[in-house]
């Protein structure tokens, strides 16, 4: 079923989430090495987070990013 003309509206109202390059991110949920922070590592559609406890590199999306994110710790250097 498409989705109704409120939520394609309420979808594209949504403000993009600001992410840099170098931003150190906590999650909400722990990794599987009980670390919260990840480094992102690149932007793009999808984007690549390193774990800074073990390592670990995984690559999100950004709606999943926005889900799983709790906030900035600290922010990278803007473009």
Request: aromatic share 2%.
């Amino acid at each position: 079923m498409p989705p109704s003309t409120d939520d394609a509206v309420t979808e594209a109202r949504r403000p993009v989430l600001d992410v840099r390059m170098g931003d150190l991110l906590e999650m909400r949920k722990p990794h599987a090495c009980g670390g919260r922070s990840w480094r992102v590592s690149r932007l793009g559609a999808d984007i690549g987070l390193i774990c800074q406890t073990c390592g670990r590199r995984v690559m999100l999306e950004r709606a999943e990013l926005e889900k799983r994110l709790r906030g900035p710790i600290q922010r990278g250097v803007p473009e």
